[in-house]
């Protein structure tokens, strides 16, 4: 059942007044005022903005013939995004709202690795990516509209001001000539009435110009919004997503976990307590008869408990090795490096002391454990290469081999059980393994200081 709300007739009435005192108060309004600020600042930055660009193109392009243009048509567009940064900036002083600044196609290859194509990454990445042509297209943009907002706001802004000044302005022109009439005397008015009534209009053309100021800023940061930012509902609904997707991988990689587990005791650890449990009937029925023959039970079983605390350690070391939770990331990936039997290589930026959130150790050792499983197992390597890096706000890990490749994230596949596990943690899980190799797997982490 629908009830219908009658409108307040009261409302509009407040609205309207509400409007109209914002409107009287916006020249003392610090929004206005800042607002005037970024256009002033706007004509400035995007003339230099406009002239670096067009001249880096421009030059870029006449060089094309000898390739010596392309790294400059590059630097070229670097330079819009700068600018594209430094406008999200300008346009955070108009409006409190953040800006969400739309996704760069990123290059996370190593140019320091023998493997992997960087260079085609690198060009790929810059040439190819859409937001980054939105940033040249925007620097082009930008400039006529900024020439268009100043030439508006600052006529607006002197006009007033004229106008407000005319009583200064008569009166030191009056006492210059020493004849008031003399200034208006050909028009037959009144002088006081002329100068009251220029005051009056530079009084109303002052909220005008400050909201008139104030309604471009607005329009040019929606003109930034729309060319340089994500839109906030496409945000939120890709953030949504994202956190399902987490939600969901999160609870497949503790199943899979759980699955695992029970299967590793039950192969191992369950048959040889089972086997103990055996030994130890059969030698206690012959302590008395057979001493000898219990002796050897005894001993059997001993051997059998032995290897079930064994299997349950190595049950428990493949969550969290005993080094890892005491020694941190890198001692762990220079133990299991050694212990590989294909030539492993570690190249860690984390210092040894260095300790970072336990659930991301655990990703990271996971992720590199088993790639050099896979390695060993399938790749047909000679050379295997661990890159670890750490950022202040991620952790970049990556697993090079030069392997035959092809290998492939298939659904329900060792590759798919460690993006499940990357994902549930909100990281990034790739794979680059064309045939005939190099294979590269890449993982970034999100990973704040533990």
């Given amino acids: 059942m629908s009830t219908n709300v009658a409108p307040d007739p009261a409302a509009t009435p407040r609205q309207g007044r509400r409007l109209l005192v914002m409107f009287l108060l916006s020249p003392v309004s610090p929004a206005s005022w800042w607002a005037l600020v970024t256009v002033i600042c706007g004509l400035a930055t995007t003339i230099t903005s406009f002239v670096v660009v067009t001249t880096l193109f421009s030059t870029g392009g006449s060089l094309l013939v000898v390739l010596v243009g392309i790294p400059v048509i590059a630097l070229g567009i670097e330079a819009a995004r700068a600018f ?23 290059v996370d290859m190593n140019p320091r690795s023998p493997y992997g194509p960087w260079l085609r990454g690198w060009a790929e990445a810059e040439f190819l990516d859409v937001n980054r042509w939105l940033d040249v297209a925007y620097a082009v943009v930008a400039l006529p509209l ?6 508006v706001a600052m006529t607006l802004w002197t006009l007033a001001a004229g106008l407000l000044l005319a009583p200064v302005v008569h009166a030191v022109l009056s006492s210059a000539a020493g004849r008031p009439e003399l200034l208006f005397g050909a028009l037959d008015v009144e002088p006081g009435a002329v ?33 340089l930012c994500v839109d906030r509902v496409d945000a939120l609904r890709r953030d949504n997503e994202r956190l399902r997707d987490s939600r969901s991988a999160t609870l497949e990689l503790e199943a899979s976990e759980l699955r695992r587990i029970e299967r590793d005791i039950h192969d191992g650890a369950q048959q040889r307590l089972v086997m103990l449990a055996i030994d130890l009937s059969l030698a206690e029925g012959k302590v008395d008869s057979d001493p000898a023959a219990a002796k050897r039970l005894i001993a059997g079983a001993r051997d059998q408990a032995r290897q079930a605390l064994g299997e349950l350690r190595d049950v428990v070391r493949g969550s969290a090795p005993a080094i890892l939770t005491d020694r941190g990331l890198t001692a762990a990936l220079s133990a299991v490096a050694g212990r590989s039997p294909i030539p492993t290589f570690v190249d860690s930026t984390l210092d040894p002391g260095d300790r970072l959130p336990a659930s991301v150790e655990r990703a990271a050792y996971y992720v590199v454990s088993e790639s050099m499983t896979n390695v060993a197992k399938h790749a047909g390597a000679t050379r295997c290469d661990v890159f670890v890096r750490k950022e202040p706000t991620r952790l ?6 030069d392997g035959k490749g092809g290998a492939a994230i298939a659904p329900g596949g060792g590759l798919a059980g460690l993006r499940d596990r990357v994902e549930a943690l909100d990281g990034r899980f790739e794979v680059l393994s064309p045939a005939g190799g190099p294979t590269s797997v890449r993982v970034i982490l999100p990973a704040p200081p533990a």
């Fill in 84 to 106: 594209a940064r430094l406008e999200r900036w300008r346009m955070a002083m108009v409006d409190e709202r953040p800006l969400i600044a739309h996704a760069y196609r990123r």
């Fill in 146 to 151: 900024a020439m268009l907002e100043f030439t």
């Fill in 195 to 227: 100068v009251a009534g220029t005051f009056i209009v530079g009084l109303v053309m002052l909220p005008v110009a400050a909201s008139v100021t104030r309604g471009l800023a607005i329009m040019h940061r929606a003109v930034v919004d729309a060319m």
């Fill in 396 to 401: 970049l890990v990556e697993v090079r081999d």
